[in-house]
């Protein structure tokens, strides 16, 4: 094959991962990439007819999944020396361009490694202190040699404007927004049962606690918490013995479809979230969302129209205030505006971009 489609690995059934399928499946030429892929992504991939092939091999599968990935691209993708179209995406993969001798090079970037950039600080503080220098010293080779890759692309990609603007922040490099492709047309709405619904995995970017400390407040409202990650059992101690909160753990993706068809409305309140597929989710099945404004929320959710935006740094109270505007405005013509606004972001729009580029 001579154009190639590379993503940094198959980890979870996770956004990036679902857009690097969706550009598999529509670019049936291509050749996919990744260094290796999880069982957790095994689900979707047996779901997807994209043939997406592996680069581990040999004495690096013994390597940790970052630096396996680093290596793979950097050492084992000898074959794009002679190619016509490379679409690098992820944080690793773009370390293969080094390979690529002739033909375009095009990067989607989902966002920058935050880990090196915004939230190096954040990061850093989480090691313990000897294995910080290490750290350091290991983030400073990283960004010259992910500057120096994105910098040989032809044109570069971003999932939103916050990206955009991130990108453009720390690395002085400027791209086109394309908005990442949601699965609009598998939800819809089946019904009112009255719940919030929360769809955010369990860690602490996320803000669920927020949500549940405003639920608190709220006896008469009940809030359905739809997910897992690490925060679970002490977001489970947070809630306590409330009867109005529900913990269901992950779900499946159909499950996920029923309980957001069933909500009156959606929150999500994550720290600058990249883009956020959720929101669009929620809204192509005519449910409103209570957001934060900030991140790539301020891009999908219309204020008034199709749900509530929380000033950033949210408070329980700020959550109770919304609900009790949510109480007020949801039903049929909301729900409307809802839908309406998910077509912006759906899968054949995503494409049909992606087509006009590649092509």
């Known amino acids: 094959m001579k154009n190639y489609l590379l993503y940094d690995f198959m980890q979870v059934a996770g956004g990036a991962e679902r857009v690097?399928?969706?550009?598999?499946?529509?670019?049936?030429?291509?050749?996919?990439?990744?260094?290796?892929?999880?069982p957790a992504a095994q689900p979707l991939l047996e779901g997807s007819s994209a043939n997406v092939q592996e680069l581990r091999?040999?004495?690096?599968?013994?390597?940790?999944?970052?630096?396996?990935?680093?290596?793979?691209?950097?050492?084992r993708a000898e074959r794009l020396r002679?190619?016509?179209?490379?679409?690098?995406?992820?944080?690793?993969?773009?370390?293969?361009?080094?390979?690529?001798?002739s033909g375009r090079r095009f990067y989607y970037c989902h966002t920058i490694p935050r880990f090196a950039y915004d939230l190096y600080d954040s990061t850093l503080a989480g090691f313990p202190f000897w294995l910080q220098p290490f750290y350091a010293i290991f983030v400073r080779w990283f960004r010259k040699r992910y500057e120096a890759a994105i910098d040989r692309m032809d044109r570069i990609f971003v999932n939103s404007e916050n990206?955009?603007?991130?990108?453009?922040?720390?690395?002085?490099?400027?791209?086109?927004?394309?908005?990442?492709?949601v699965a609009t047309q598998h939800f819809q709405c089946l019904g009112d049962e009255g719940y919030y619904l929360s769809t955010a995995r369990l860690v602490t970017n996320k803000r669920v606690d927020v949500i549940v400390?405003?639920?608190?407040?709220?006896?008469?409202?009940?809030?359905?918490?739809?997910?897992?990650?690490?925060?679970?059992?002490?977001?489970?101690?947070?809630a306590g013995d409330a009867?109005?909160?529900?913990?269901?753990?992950?779900?499946?993706?159909?499950?996920?479809?029923?309980?957001?068809?069933n909500a009156r409305c959606v929150i999500y309140l994550p720290v600058d979230e990249d883009f956020g597929m959720s929101p669009v989710?929620?809204?192509?099945?005519?449910?409103?969302?209570?957001?934060?404004?900030?991140?790539?929320?301020?891009?999908?959710v219309v204020p008034g129209h199709t749900g509530v935006l929380i000033a950033p740094s949210p408070t329980?109270?700020?959550?109770?205030?919304?609900?009790?505007?949510?109480?007020?405005?949801?039903?049929?013509?909301?729900?409307a505006q809802c839908r309406q606004r998910a077509q912006q972001f759906t899968k054949d729009a995503f494409v049909a971009r992606m087509v006009t580029i590649l092509r």
Request: with cysteine; proline share 7%; charged share 20%.
């Open 163 to 181: 990206v955009r603007a991130r990108l453009r922040r720390y690395t002085g490099l400027d791209a086109e927004v394309v908005y990442p492709p």
């Open 57 to 75: 091999g040999g004495w690096s599968t013994c390597l940790p999944r970052i630096l396996e990935s680093m290596w793979c691209f950097r050492f």
């Open 20 to 38: 690097t399928l969706t550009l598999a499946e529509a670019f049936p030429d291509f050749q996919t990439l990744v260094s290796r892929c999880y």
């Open 316 to 335: 329980p109270e700020a959550v109770v205030q919304a609900v009790a505007q949510i109480e007020q405005i949801h039903g049929a013509p909301l729900s």
């Open 243 to 261: 009867p109005n909160i529900r913990f269901t753990g992950w779900q499946t993706d159909e499950a996920l479809r029923r309980w957001v068809g």
């Open 213 to 238: 400390r405003a639920f608190l407040q709220m006896p008469n409202r009940s809030l359905v918490v739809l997910s897992g990650g690490p925060e679970l059992e002490r977001l489970k101690a947070i």
């Open 281 to 300: 989710e929620a809204m192509a099945a005519g449910k409103p969302v209570i957001g934060v404004a900030e991140g790539g929320l301020l891009e999908t």
């Open 82 to 101: 002679e190619v016509d179209t490379v679409l690098y995406s992820g944080f690793y993969a773009p370390l293969a361009v080094h390979q690529q001798r």
